[in-house]
């Protein structure tokens, strides 16, 4: 085999090690969980959340219901309630929503909200303050089980993924992994994230070690 034949292939070779090592990036805007407690309170007794369109992660959807967000030196309007309801309500923004909210927002895995702030959420005249739930979600990669070993990665990694956006490429550090059966593979960043990353839709990231 001649040099230049060698050199095509250890490129294509890892082109397709590459492929096979990205996963798709979202980009998600602020947005709340709500408990079945909750729910009652904002919409009534029962009220069933109304499907607008599903999301990537399986049975996650956007619903049609909008709320406010009143924080203690500004508020946020129109923000988006995802389905189906949990334990536990939570409040995801972006650190620049906690400016505007006047309100010190941690940075936090999805689910782990003990010692966070709280919030007031309103919808027309009816409103529920949690006493606490309000993170600035941590960067993270929802990892379906059958892809962990092929991105040599394990649940509760913390990793360093490349984002290559439009002029303006990115490494970001601190990002978690979590592996679940239930997940499909793509990477969640914030908006603020999103903006500092040149994010487009269709995205790839990749980790790097
Ligand atoms: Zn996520």
């Given at each position: 085999?001649?040099?230049?034949?060698?050199?095509?292939?250890?490129?294509?070779?890892?082109?397709?090690?590459?492929?096979?090592?990205?996963?798709?990036?979202?980009?998600?805007?602020?947005?709340?969980?709500?408990?079945?407690?909750?729910?009652?309170a904002l919409f009534g007794?029962?009220?069933?959340?109304?499907?607008?369109?599903?999301?990537?992660?399986?049975?996650?959807?956007?619903?049609?219901?909008?709320l406010t967000?009143?924080?203690?030196?500004?508020?946020?309007?129109?923000?988006?309630?995802?389905?189906?309801?949990?334990?536990?309500?939570?409040?995801?923004?972006?650190?620049?929503?906690?400016?505007?909210?006047?309100?010190?927002?941690?940075?936090?895995?999805?689910?782990?909200?003990?010692?966070?702030?709280?919030?007031?959420l309103v919808n027309g005249n009816r409103s529920v303050?949690?006493?606490?739930?309000?993170?600035?979600?941590?960067?993270?990669?929802?990892?379906?089980?059958?892809?962990?070993?092929?991105?040599?990665?394990?649940?509760?990694?913390?990793?360093?993924?490349?984002?290559?956006?439009?002029?303006?490429?990115?490494?970001?550090?601190?990002?978690?992994?979590?592996?679940?059966?239930?997940?499909?593979?793509?990477?969640?960043?914030?908006?603020?994230?999103?903006?500092?990353?040149?994010?487009?839709?269709?995205?790839?990231?990749?980790?790097?070690?």
């Amino acid at each position: 085999m001649d040099d230049k034949l060698i050199d095509l292939l250890v490129d294509k070779i890892s082109e397709k090690l590459n492929e096979s090592q990205s996963f798709l990036v979202e980009a998600s805007g602020r947005h709340v969980h709500l408990s079945r407690k909750d729910i009652d309170a904002l919409f009534g007794e029962g009220y069933q959340l109304k499907l607008d369109r599903y999301l990537s992660q399986p049975g996650q959807f956007v619903s049609r219901e909008r709320l406010t967000l009143v924080g203690p030196k500004g508020v946020l309007q129109n923000v988006v309630i995802l389905g189906p309801e949990r334990a536990d309500s939570q409040v995801e923004v972006s650190a620049t929503d906690a400016l505007t909210l006047g309100q010190k927002v941690p940075i936090r895995e999805s689910g782990n909200i003990e010692n966070t702030p709280g919030i007031t959420l309103v919808n027309g005249n009816r409103s529920v303050t949690i006493d606490k739930g309000l993170i600035v979600a941590q960067r993270h990669v929802h990892v379906a089980e059958k892809d962990a070993a092929k991105l040599n990665v394990n649940h509760g990694d913390i990793v360093k993924v490349k984002i290559a956006g439009e002029n303006r490429s990115l490494i970001f550090d601190d990002v978690v992994i979590r592996v679940s059966e239930k997940f499909a593979t793509v990477m969640h960043i914030d908006y603020d994230e999103a903006n500092a990353c040149g994010f487009t839709k269709g995205i790839k990231g990749t980790i790097v070690k």
